[in-house]
């Protein structure tokens, strides 16, 4: 998505607002610090015509946490937390497209962690109903930030910054997303979603301590493949191991699973037997053709049945 879309409204002190309206102001920390934590969510029409969000309650709780670390007040309830995106998507759902979803905490008010202040701000953006296609994957020279300056754990914007410019780095060799190394030189995640690497039958994927964030989707990941049979290691990773790899995939709850068809300009092979039998299973969850216990699904009241 080049552009990002303008929908007809997004929710704003806590009510809809018309899209044009809803600014914030250049003084507050926001805009002068870059000050606020997010998280994104996709929802998924079902085969019953319903519309359902995934794993809402756990966005819930790591948006809380990325505050709690950046000390910025969240008081919102789960309820009044889904009903604000219950209401952004009920005014915005269209029967032919699924939907992501921004939820963000803007700090309005405060000056350097005095009195502050925050909004819970919705945007939602339609996405097509299709697989996701497979992608040449390179490697930054950026790299993450260590824990103690600015956590991966924390799910804030200023954090994509570094993702902003790997992205930017990796564009004129054709590269459509990259893999952030961290300050030691280890595989940490890419620009917006974790690695999942295989070799042999098995799964690997560096824990969050690594320089990744605590994905919602890489948890789900895990428990489809040991249902799956197919083993699942959380440890760290070299540069060289990547490189070697048999299979390469993304994961994250906009990327879903995709899956790399080259790494810095080497080619996979063609078939990801494993990644691929694990993409096809994660999409049949989270459409509902085929449930499964990982993937939580919300159902939204104010979406009109698509039947
Ligand atoms: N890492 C980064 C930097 C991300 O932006 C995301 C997407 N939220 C992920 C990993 C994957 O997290 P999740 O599976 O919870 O979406």
Redesign the pocket.
């Known amino acids: 998505m080049a552009q990002l879309q303008r929908p007809t409204f997004a929710f704003m002190n806590r009510r809809l607002v018309p899209w044009d309206e809803a600014t914030l102001h250049i003084g507050c920390e926001a805009s002068i610090r870059g000050l606020n934590v997010f998280?994104?969510l996709k929802g998924y029409w079902q085969t019953d015509g319903r519309f359902k969000v995934v794993m809402v309650r756990?966005?819930y709780e790591?948006l809380k946490r990325s505050a709690r670390l950046l000390h910025i007040p969240f008081e919102s309830s789960f309820e009044e937390y889904l009903g604000a995106i219950d209401q952004l998507i009920g005014a915005l759902a269209n029967p032919e497209k699924d939907m992501w979803a921004r939820t963000t905490l803007f700090v309005t008010d405060g000056h350097w962690g005095e009195n502050t202040v925050s909004d819970l701000v919705v945007t939602a953006y339609h996405q097509e109903k299709k697989l996701p296609s497979a992608i040449r994957l390179g490697m930054s020279t950026w790299r993450r930030s260590s824990d103690v300056a600015l956590s991966?754990r924390i799910?804030t914007g200023s954090?994509?910054q570094v993702?902003r410019l790997a992205r930017i780095e990796g564009r004129p060799s054709g590269y459509e997303d990259m893999v952030l190394l961290n300050q030691s030189g280890r595989v940490a995640?890419?620009?917006?979603?974790?690695v999942l690497m295989v070799r042999g039958e098995t799964v690997f994927t560096p824990p969050a301590t690594e320089g990744?964030?605590?994905?919602?989707?890489?948890d789900i990941v895990e428990w489809l493949a040991q249902s799956m049979n197919v083993k699942f290691v959380r440890r760290p990773i070299d540069r060289t191991e990547l490189l070697i790899a048999d299979e390469i995939g993304l994961?994250?709850?906009?990327c879903e699973i995709t899956l790399a068809s080259s790494i810095e300009g080497l080619p996979l092979s063609e078939k990801s037997p494993i990644l691929g039998a694990i993409q096809q299973r994660y999409f049949e969850a989270v459409r509902g053709t085929n449930p499964h216990p990982a993937v939580d699904l919300t159902v939204l009241p104010s979406v009109k049945s698509a039947r």
């Not at 995640?189 to 974790?194: D, N, P, Q, R």
């Not at 994961?251 to 906009?254: N, R």
């Open positions: 998280e994104g756990q966005h790591r991966a799910k954090n994509y993702s995640e890419a620009t917006g979603s974790c990744a964030l605590e994905s919602i989707t890489l994961c994250g709850t906009l």
